[in-house]
């Protein structure tokens, strides 16, 4: 007969948290569950990297909380075959070692956090929830924050967050005089440059046996398999990962956090799909390393160096942690469930077959989906404005975008991915989390990349055979959304171009757009 315990404490794959409040005294009557779950390998089709490296830092996780003398039971996708889902699970683990107490942290997803609550609910043990004591923001003071439906701008909450958690701050005001350093961030890569854009540190995490269950269980996953995996699964590597970001990085993340390259790679070095990136957003959404730890790091780092390190590339870091990561949080959580039904600008065709296996002439969506396909990775402007824009300008259905970059990143959980998805690159929240659609031609690409010159299609032209697709779609987006985009001034300018041009241009590049739009597989 198994061992009897009063509490069963699960921990979810993304609540990888070694420094939670739990864990701070031994309870030899409390059971920890970590479980490979059937539910969770299928709600959208993952890359298999992604999978292995949730499944791999889970096992990881279990071993350290027995090492330290807890109570843990890892099950594996061989031991939850039998249960349908979480609730019927949790039902079976309550009978077996006859638990009187249900205790769970706060899921991060909506889809979770109901089932749990819903399961609760009925349950006829005394539950408990508790806060996952990972964000800056507790889960109970969204609220003060955020309201539901309004339109949030990211610069108004970051600066609160920056005085509140006294952040870059000096006496009261931003260290540097500016709370916002941006203009002087976001340069192109020059071939001088390349030569010094650093090797990303990886690791060689073996996650063979975790594929063979994947394999055996015939869970649907998509990309490439690597056996040994890249990404940091254990709190140890995770440190070192940051470690590395501050030696080798930092110094000039924000000035080249922008661009993009497919001229800095080798035979043998790999390095222009990491570029001064840090990589650390799959340890930090596993909960395997705090957004706190990561920040203090990386000002500490900063003081001991800033002969070397500028303020600028440091406040751009924080800003992605302390403001968008927090901000977009919130809006997931007073937004939803409705957020994910949003689509404002009525998109419906359908994404692409390229995006599957990113064999497409337009070079720079084949760099960031064929890049995206063998890592698990792109970088911000890689999918806000490559592929992102690409969606966008083509009238792409928002739930067939959520689906893609929920299942192809590493570090894709639903609160960060759909704000950033929906809200942001898609504008299919109508400016909840944006002022205006992040919206592009060929030129901004041009201006970021050296992609274009590789390119099958010619960067300058609008029409004509070989005319850069971004080109003729973003003005037939913009003349298609006109009446809802020219009331923002910021595109005053945009509108006063196309207004420039004859109605016969006008009309050739509508037309021009409109074959394309029909024929969005084989570009
Ligand atoms: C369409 C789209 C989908 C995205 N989906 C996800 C997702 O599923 N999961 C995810 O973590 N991020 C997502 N992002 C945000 C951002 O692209 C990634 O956080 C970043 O690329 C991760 O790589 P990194 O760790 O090297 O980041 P760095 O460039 O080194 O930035 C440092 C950290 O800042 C945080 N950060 C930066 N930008 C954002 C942002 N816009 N929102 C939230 N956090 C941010 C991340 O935690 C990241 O690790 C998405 C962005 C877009 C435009
Ligand atoms: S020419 Fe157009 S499609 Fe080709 S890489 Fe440049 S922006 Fe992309």
Known sequence: MAKTYQTLRLILGDQLNASHSWYKTINDSTLYVIAELHQETSYVKHHVQKVCAFFAAMQEFSHALKKAGHHVVHLTLDDTLPHEDLPALLGALFEKYAIETFEYQLPDEYRLRTQLSDFCAYCKLSTRGYETEHFYLSDSELTTYFSAGKKHRLEAFYRKMRVRFNILMNNGQPAGGEWNFDTSNRNKLKQKDLSHIPEPLVFANDVSDIFSRVKKHQISTFGTYESKCLWPITRQQAKALLFSFCETQLSKFGFFQDAMTCKADDMYVKKQWSLYHSRLSFAMNSKIISPKFVVD????????????????????????????????????????????????????????????????????????????LDYAYAHHIQRLMVTGNFCLIAGIEPSQVDAWYLGIYIDAIEWVEMPNTRGMSQFADGGIVGSKAYAASGNYINKMSDYCSSCHYEIKSITGHNACPLNSLYWHFMHEHEQQFSANPRNRMVYATWRKKSPEQQTEILQHASGLLGNLDKL
């Open 297 to 372: 790091t990386v000002i500490a780092y900063f003081h001991q160096h800033e002969d070397e390190i500028d303020i600028a590339q440091v406040e751009g870091f924080i800003r992605q942690i302390v403001g968008w990561r927090e901000f977009v949080r919130g809006i997931y959580w007073l937004n939803m469930p409705r957020y994910g039904q949003l689509n404002t600008l009525a998109a419906k065709r359908d994404l692409p077959v390229w995006f599957w296996h990113g064999e497409t002439k337009m070079n720079c969506q084949k760099h960031a989906v064929k890049q995206s």
